[in-house]
């Protein structure tokens, strides 16, 4: 259900509600992804100096590439920076769980001896994804939200809470 209707449904409505431009986004984005780039190169000249395997080498560039930016991330973010600034922390953690589930997964699919075309469909699988598309083609038309999103009475904003009691289940 996380994955599927949660994590889809966190990301549009974070995206939407947010007071952040998507010029300020698109800049939060640029510094996602030269970090990826910068890990990458010291991953990868890591791994030829180790002189790792092909599915070795993949497996430590995902570990040193992608971060746990969320479950650890924003509960620091939110006592040191408050709500302004886990505001700017989820456009980063949106950013680097879109470049993990796509660049990550050609990574692992690579080591795997995996195709562009298998990769890309797995891609096109995550949910997440057209929750962010969708979002971004709202706010390009000029569409807000004026009432916070509900779901029985609940605001939507509250299902990251949620969301982390579902994810211990």
Same mark, same amino acid.
């Given at each position: 259900?996380?994955?599927?209707?949660?994590?889809?449904t966190i990301i549009?409505?974070?995206?939407?509600?947010?007071?952040?431009?998507?010029?300020?986004?698109?800049?939060?984005?640029?510094?996602?992804?030269?970090?990826?780039?910068?890990?990458?190169?010291?991953?990868?000249?890591? #791994? *030829?100096?180790?002189?790792? %395997?092909?599915?070795? =080498?993949?497996?430590?560039? !995902?570990?040193?590439?992608?971060?746990?930016? +969320?479950?650890?991330?924003?509960?620091?973010?939110?006592?040191a920076l408050g709500?302004?600034?886990?505001?700017?922390?989820?456009?980063?953690?949106?950013?680097?769980?879109?470049?993990?589930?796509?660049?990550?997964?050609?990574?692992? #699919? *690579?080591?795997?001896?995996? %195709?562009?075309?298998? =990769?890309?469909?797995?891609? !096109?699988?995550?949910?997440?994804?057209?929750? +962010?598309?969708?979002?971004?083609?709202?706010?390009?038309?000029?569409?807000?939200?004026?009432?916070?999103?509900?779901?029985?009475?609940?605001?939507?904003?509250?299902?990251?809470?949620?969301?982390?009691?579902?994810?211990?289940?």
């Amino acid at each position: 259900a996380g994955l599927y209707l949660l994590t889809p449904t966190i990301i549009f409505v974070s995206l939407m509600e947010s007071q952040i431009t998507l010029a300020e986004g698109g800049r939060v984005i640029l510094l996602v992804g030269l970090l990826a780039l910068t890990l990458w190169l010291i991953a990868w000249g890591q #791994a *030829r100096l180790l002189r790792l %395997s092909p599915e070795d =080498t993949s497996a430590f560039m !995902l570990t040193t590439i992608f971060i746990n930016a +969320v479950n650890y991330g924003f509960p620091a973010v939110l006592l040191a920076l408050g709500v302004e600034g886990l505001e700017w922390a989820t456009i980063f953690a949106i950013a680097h769980a879109l470049l993990s589930n796509t660049a990550g997964g050609y990574i692992a #699919a *690579r080591g795997r001896g995996g %195709s562009v075309k298998q =990769t890309l469909l797995q891609v !096109l699988r995550i949910p997440m994804l057209y929750g +962010v598309i969708l979002a971004l083609v709202l706010r390009l038309a000029g569409v807000s939200l004026d009432v916070p999103f509900t779901v029985g009475g609940m605001r939507i904003a509250l299902l990251p809470a949620v969301y982390q009691a579902i994810k211990l289940l």
